[in-house]
DNA sequence: CAGCGAGGCGCG
DNA sequence: AAAGCGCGCCTCGCTG
């Protein structure tokens, strides 16, 4: 491996070498170091840039005179940018220059993911592994060195400003020279595995895709949040107080005078495990006994003290406050919270949200609704959700060719139904039975599942025999399970409708455990990872017209798409947008109908209403 | 102070 | 015979 050669640029009469020593290469690394992760809040200090052959790092504000020549280059399409991770670049990018969009980029990470969607995929690591490097610096490295040097108490007090700038150009300048240099192995590996057409056709577009998504954001209702923080707090505080005047514990010893910490779980097992010596009817992991959910509910019918029903209580306002609703408000910047899709968040093809999470927001009763509708589009335009249909259920019953499934599904019937129909159950049963079959829960799971819900807990012998009967009311989802995993074991591999893979050694394990675990994998990853697929077909068809109706594409839930639309734009958008996401049925030849449905609201909570 | 695993829980 | 997939974030409690 060569050595980085490299340079720091501070002054503008250093450009026009920087220029001609690029000279025509047609690999450029490209790299921002910024005041922080924030894509909207945080500045560029400067750009790391690479050729194959050298290496340089360019501060603001001389990088600006860079721009134009940037521009030039990024713009010819037989110039590839390369970058890791390169949607956060992107968002520089853009505040740098708004009008630039690279003709030809490549993200060494999402190849990575590609390859192998199990290896850890940080630039570092992928480094090492592919070049050769060890001991190569991380940012936080810089930024304990700076805290030692400099004397910061604390980490989070140590910006980019405060580093040696020496240190730093020479990491920011490393960066992009990695990414030029581990791209040849990288794209030899994709056409190793014809996996090169979906990186370059769906997977680098997709990027432009969550980059626009993400730099929209939602709306924030802010009086409202302010509103349901003061409302909750209360209420919890009081449950607090009441918690701790309950369970405090008199005398000298006592550990806990003031009462127990409602947020600890060994403090409130030994409370209701051993001071009030209730039934332990779940364990953890580790062997303690379990305070989950549904260990509270069953205490709660048998606990006089009422401590049962308070936690329940406390826990659900304690949640909502501490994931939501707080968070929320500290994350809100200029009207809107501002997330990241993370394209390579999921080993399966899904994606995944950070910083907030928008993917888990709460859904379910009147507190959901109520976070809901604090988010969503500005006033004068209209948020429109279009969500798939049991796209899951569609899917297996089109893998497996499930004649009653793809009957029902052409009929437009429900499944659940059917499936209560073919076992003889009620619908929720069937309903459970159907989530337990992709995920491959047994008996003991399906009914802690019934039970969570409300409902009673079903017997273990009828648990069983539904089983037995569903195994005979869908033999094609059997026989296709039995393929998927001789086949996968065979490949060591299984594959998504696009062709993607979740590679899966686990299913030659002679660990029952393991093999058990990667047999339920296998199943899920294709259903789940195609679901995956189809959405993000329809993301990149969308992303196009998004703009003739001044539209914007903010969120994805897996199943859903969320999207903020001027008011007399909404229903004729909202039409467009649901033709493109059922055309996956003909466009990947579906045996069954897939549907869409479009709800438009001022928030994300009004459109779960309706 | 920083980092980490565990337990718990929100979503699809 | 028994077998829960995929995520991210919160707090606690412990370790270095």
């Known amino acids: 491996m060569d050595e980085l050669n490299w340079e ?72 590839q940018s390369i ?37 850890r995929l ?32 604390r980490m989070d007090e140590v910006t980019v400003y405060d580093m040696d700038l020496d240190l730093l150009g020479k990491y920011g300048a490393m960066d992009p020279w990695l990414g030029v240099q581990m791209w040849p192995e990288l794209y030899w590996d994709l056409v190793q595995e014809s996996q090169e057409q979906h990186f370059f056709d769906t997977e680098m577009p997709f990027i432009f895709v969550l980059q626009r998504m993400e730099e929209t954001g939602f709306y924030v209702y802010t009086d409202k949040l302010l509103e349901l923080r003061y409302e909750w707090e209360k209420r919890h505080t ?32 030994e409370w209701f495990y051993d001071i009030l010596d209730l039934p332990i009817s779940f364990r953890t992991e580790g062997g303690a006994p379990s305070t989950k959910a549904l260990a509270i509910m069953r205490l709660s019918y048998v606990d006089e003290s009422g401590s049962a029903n308070l936690i329940k209580e406390y826990r659900k306002l304690d949640k909502l406050l501490s994931t939501y609703v707080n968070p929320f408000l500290e994350k809100t910047y200029n009207g809107y919270i501002y997330g990241s899709y993370n394209h390579t968040g999921a080993v399966t093809g899904r994606l995944s949200s950070s910083d907030p999470n928008l993917q888990n927001i709460p ?13 969503g589009a500005p006033p004068g335009s209209l948020f429109l959700m279009i969500d798939y249909s049991q796209i899951e259920l569609r899917l297996a019953a089109h893998y497996a060719q499930v004649q009653a499934l793809m009957e ?36 003991r799971k399906f ?92 993301m990149l068809q969308i992303d196009p017209i998004l703009e003739d109706y001044d539209a914007r594409m903010n969120s994805q839930t897996h199943d859903e798409l969320g999207f903020i639309v001027p008011n007399d734009a909404a229903d004729e ?16 030849d579906l045996s069954v109908p897939i549907l869409a449905e479009p709800i438009l609201g001022q928030t994300w909570g009004d459109t779960k209403e309706s």
């Not at 009081?238 to 403090?267: A, H, I, M, V």
């Not at 052409?410 to 337990?436: E, M, S």
């Not at 409902?455 to 869908?474: C, I, L, N, V």
């Open 8 to 79: 720091l640029v501070t002054e503008p009469s250093q450009i026009p070498k920087v220029m001609e020593d690029f000279g025509r290469h047609q690999l450029l690394g490209f790299d921002f170091e910024t005041t922080g992760l924030h894509y909207m809040k945080d500045q560029v200090h400067g750009m790391g840039l690479a050729n194959p052959d050298r290496a340089w790092y360019i501060t603001m504000p001389v990088l600006n005179q860079l721009m134009p020549w940037l521009k030039d280059r990024m713009h010819d399409p037989r110039v």
């Open 122 to 153: 940080g630039l570092k690591h992928v480094a090492e592994a592919r070049l050769g490097m060890e001991g190569l610096l991380t940012f936080k490295d810089l930024q304990r060195i700076t805290k030692a040097d400099k004397g910061f108490k």
């Open 363 to 375: 859904a379910h009763g009147e507190t959901g609704s109520q976070v809901r509708r604090v988010i």
């Open 238 to 269: 009081e449950l607090f107080e009441q918690w701790c005047d309950l369970t405090k514990t008199k005398g000298e010893d006592s550990k806990y005078p003031n009462g127990r910490n409602p947020n600890s779980n060994p403090q409130l097992a």
């Open 447 to 538: 009914c802690d599942m019934v039970e969570e819900k409300g409902y009673p807990r079903p017997s273990m012998t009828d648990a069983k025999r539904w089983f037995w009967q569903f195994g005979e009311a869908y033999p094609e989802l059997m026989d296709w399970k039995f393929a998927v995993l001789r086949a996968g074991k065979r490949l060591g591999h299984v594959r998504t409708i696009t062709k993607r893979r979740r590679h899966l050694p686990e299913l030659s394990s002679f660990s029952e455990r393991d093999r058990g675990r990667a047999e339920r994998q296998a199943v899920n990853s294709i259903i789940q990872g195609s679901a995956g697929d189809l959405i993000k077909w329809a």
């Open 83 to 119: 970058g890791h991770n390169v949607k956060f670049d992107l968002h520089f990018l853009k505040k740098l220059d708004p009008t630039i969009k690279p003709a030809n980029i490549v993200d060494t990470m999402v190849a990575q993911w590609l390859v192998d969607e199990n290896e």
């Open 408 to 443: 029902t599904f052409a009929q437009g019937g429900d499944p659940h139904q059917t499936t209560a129909d073919l076992v003889g159950v009620v619908r929720y049963i069937a309903k459970n039975l159907n989530f337990a079959w992709f995920y491959g829960a047994g008996p």
């Open 573 to 588: 958008f909202a039409l467009i947008a649901q033709q493109k996401m059922v055309a996956v049925e003909e466009v990947f």
